[in-house]
């Protein structure tokens, strides 16, 4: 059975950091594209953060600058820096991991930044 499983997530004051991980298991994911989204209340559910196995990285504008993206294929983790949090960046988030067309993902964890 695969599972990603999320944690770091948590309440921070803005202009904190957090640092998220994503640990996969029941699959091998180090050839793979994988990554974070995350989904605010009453908004639509957006990519934040991508990494190929090649570890080329793209970011949604908002965040970029702050936050950084990283993977380590012997763990079969990725994670995700977030550094200079603001507001606007609580949400969940949720990992990602896309094989063959198909995406696996995490539970999501929470993220809220208060000002």
């Known amino acids: 059975q695969v599972q990603l499983v999320e944690s770091g997530g948590g309440l921070v004051q803005a202009g904190g950091s957090l640092r998220l991980s994503c640990a996969a298991s029941?699959?091998?994911?180090?050839?793979?594209?994988m990554g974070w989204y995350r989904q605010a209340p009453g908004k639509q559910r957006e990519l934040v953060a991508g990494?190929?196995?090649?570890?080329?990285?793209n970011y949604v504008d908002s965040v970029k600058g702050r936050f950084t993206i990283s993977r380590d294929n012997a763990k079969n983790t990725v994670y995700l820096q977030m550094n200079n949090l603001k507001p606007e960046d609580t949400a969940v988030y949720y990992c990602?991991?896309?094989?063959?067309?198909?995406?696996?993902w995490g539970r999501g964890t929470q993220v809220t930044v208060s000002s």
């Open positions: 990602y991991a896309r094989k063959a067309m198909y995406n696996y």
């Open positions: 029941g699959m091998i994911f180090s050839r793979d594209t």
């Open positions: 990494i190929t196995s090649g570890g080329s990285t």
